[in-house]
């Protein structure tokens, strides 16, 4: 076969108005494609930024730049570059969504397999709202006539098309008339002759940031129902009714995300008077959004820059979440902001820390494991007097109880509620049937709080796909206190005496306590794998694992610091459950490289400084092993490396400065698409 025919040319075209700053993220999706032949057309519809800086960077893509004069709309520039290509095949890509690897190749194949018989086909994708953090997936089906999309488009076809070229010269291009919904428009006149496929399979990321405004939303859907309606109802009139009501649902959500309610539910009246019979997922998401209006402040009601604060933890034991709550509270007390803290659960060792340090701490006196009456009315009474601008409830319970507290207080459209969540993936099969009642009760009432606060980003998307809805979806980082933690040989040494450890010998370690999610018998399965090394364990419960040679169980312990400084590396074995794990920075803080598990966010903590392996791999964890203790330079590197990337991108004051400018604004802290810094290099996978 001609080399051309093996490998045609693909044109691919990126209509863009004023997004130079997420053009990047589109123009490296289409790298990572590692298809040979391609011509990226740009169509600037006459921006005033600087897209041509930020297109520098990817001068060795075959780029082609094309400028409007004046701006004439996305349907349009995609008509200046799809006239301008000289491919083979068109595939359409908007400037700030991104492909998945493969989407080129996939598409292709799938189109090349038809027979001919098939010249145009969609993908599925994952639909994210940038603002509240959401993520869907969607797989829509193919389409052979218009009826399927007199329910409305699902097709996003700005970014996952990918067709023939000679598709547009038979249909024509977009309507250049229309300001929004031009695909639905063109998919419309495509499908009165021919037929849609899609592949499933998910190949494209679609960013939903700016809402359109509704008059653009009006204008657009009057002129598709005037271009669309004779021909619609000549082919029935319920078809005319289906596809009348889905505009005004256009118009219901338009006027929704204006803060517009009384439109918002004529809007949606008028839709369901047309059509009433739609699916149960429909009438769940209109009533989720009817009953966030009551409660949906503009965003012009920005609070102070020092709003009153109370935090709501279930507990202040020992913990990840508990040290960065403390750590935060303390940080923000040393400034003379007073927060304030509540537990549900009494004692501590934390709590001794905050008393210590001057900050105000109440307690309700819940008891573990057991609802009481008691505790939710003081934590009623607490918000009542206290009249907190913010609550910021951490971990399950919290959340769940401070939402019951804040509707009894009469104090819900003065105070503001973000939720926290601490954890990724859980398998709540290893924990009590409580436990997994207060997750999907918080599931269910994901949409009443203002927002909801992860410190991960794999913590977030389990939520989301366990069907979590919020209003925003934020991720701040957890913060160290770098100084804190150095590096001391001296200490390193004193500690190996005290456990009668030989100064040459290898030591690996963790720190948790010894529950299902830590998956100490992966740890115990590679110690066995490994010689010469001492392995040392300290956590609540870890006292019990059983004895093992090279093994020293410490139990529960107050002098993480002296355990780590005894260390060559350490070690994370987790199964599931990882947010963003503190025992990982705290480990890099003092220059120890890291192997972990590919759980939560620990390989974007890690980035270059340690070895990521798969869960439960007892074999790659021990080869991660025994590669950095045959390689002493290696280690050292990492772990130089590991406590710079720790102080430059994950210090507490850096949380702090994150969580001020989140409850200030959070629209604004959203907008600003806050990014967790990402690996300054690949992490090592496997060994």
Excluded at 475 to 484: E, K, R
Excluded at 597 to 623: F, H, M, Y
Aim: glycine residues 6%; hydrophobic residues 40%.
């Amino acid at each position: 076969m001609p080399k051309a025919q093996q490998n045609p040319l693909i044109s691919v075209i990126i209509p863009i108005h004023n997004r130079a700053h997420e053009i990047g993220r589109a123009l490296e999706s289409v790298r990572t494609q590692a298809y040979p032949n391609l011509e990226i057309i740009i169509v600037d519809d006459s921006s005033d930024d600087d897209l041509k800086g930020a297109l520098a960077p990817f001068r060795d893509m075959p780029l082609i730049l094309l400028c409007h004069d004046r701006r004439r709309g996305a349907g349009a520039a995609r008509n200046t570059g799809i006239k301008a290509s000289q491919g083979d095949y068109i595939a359409l890509l908007d400037s700030d969504d991104e492909w998945l690897p493969k989407k080129l190749n996939r598409q292709l194949a799938f189109l090349r397999s038809g027979n001919g018989e098939t010249i145009l086909l969609c993908s599925g994708y994952i639909l994210t709202l940038d603002v509240t953090g959401r993520q869907e997936t969607r797989s829509p089906q193919s389409c052979a006539t218009h009826r399927h999309l007199l329910m409305g488009c699902d097709l996003s076809l700005g970014s996952t098309l990918f067709a023939e070229r000679r598709v547009f010269d038979e249909c024509g291009f977009f309507d250049e008339e229309l300001e929004r919904l031009e695909d639905w428009d063109w998919l419309l006149r495509y499908l009165r002759t021919s037929r849609v496929e899609i592949i499933p399979e998910v190949l494209v990321r679609i960013h939903l940031s700016l809402r359109p405004p509704l008059e653009m939303v009006q204008d657009s859907a009057q002129h598709l129902f005037r271009k669309h309606r004779t021909w619609i109802f000549q082919n029935g009139a319920i078809d005319i009714l289906k596809f009348f009501s889905s505009l005004l649902v256009e118009r219901s959500t338009a006027a929704f995300y204006e803060s517009k309610y009384i439109k918002t539910i004529w809007f949606l009246s008028c839709a369901i008077a047309a059509w009433p019979f739609r699916n149960l997922d429909f009438y769940r998401n209109a009533f989720g959004r009817l009953v966030m209006i009551p409660t949906h402040r503009p965003k012009s009601a920005l609070l102070s820059e020092r709003p009153r604060i109370m935090h709501v933890i279930t507990g202040l034991d020992t913990g990840g979440a508990e040290k960065m709550l403390a750590d935060l509270a303390i940080a923000n007390h040393h400034t003379g902001e007073a927060p304030i803290l509540v537990s549900l659960l009494s004692g501590g060792e934390r709590y001794k820390n905050l008393v210590k340090a001057g900050v105000k701490v109440q307690e309700v006196g819940l008891i573990h494991g057991r609802p009481v009456l008691s505790g939710l009315l003081r934590l009623v009474e607490l918000i009542r007097t206290e009249k907190p601008d913010i609550i910021q409830s951490w971990m399950y319970h919290a959340d769940l109880y401070s939402l019951i507290a804040l509707m009894l207080s009469g104090r819900r459209r003065k105070t503001h509620l973000y939720w926290g969540i601490r954890c990724s993936n859980m398998d709540t099969t290893q924990y009590g049937f409580t436990l997994r009642l207060v997750i999907r009760l918080c599931a269910w009432l994901s949409f009443l709080p203002d927002g909801i606060v992860a410190n991960s980003i794999e913590g977030r998307d389990w939520h989301l796909h366990i069907g979590y809805k919020p209003k925003l979806f934020s991720i701040i980082d957890n913060g160290l206190n770098v100084s804190l933690y150095q590096a001391n040989l001296a200490l390193g040494e004193e500690v190996r005496s005290e456990f009668d450890i030989d100064r040459e010998a290898f030591v690996i370690g963790t720190l948790a306590r010894n529950d299902p999610m830590k998956d100490y018998p992966n740890l115990l399965a590679t110690l066995e794998k490994l010689d010469s090394t001492v392995c040392i364990v300290a956590g609540r419960g870890t006292e019990k694992l059983p004895k093992q040679p090279g093994l020293i169980k410490l139990g529960e312990r107050q002098d993480a610091l002296r355990i780590l400084h005894t260390l060559d590396v350490f070690v994370s074995a987790s199964a599931y459950g990882e947010g963003f794990s503190n025992a990982i920075t705290e480990a890099m803080s003092c220059a120890l490289p890291i192997v972990a598990t590919d759980v939560g966010d620990s390989s974007r903590i890690v980035g270059d400084c340690g070895i990521i392996v798969e869960p439960g791999d007892s074999n790659a964890l021990a080869e991660a092993l025994r590669k950095l203790q045959q390689d002493t330079a290696l280690r050292h590197e990492m772990g130089r490396r590991a406590r710079q990337r720790i102080t430059e991108e994950f210090s507490l004051q850096r949380m702090v400065s994150a969580y001020k400018n989140f409850y200030c604004d959070p629209h604004a802290f959203m907008s600003k698409a806050y990014s967790p810094p990402q690996p300054s290099g690949q992490a090592a996978q496997g060994a």
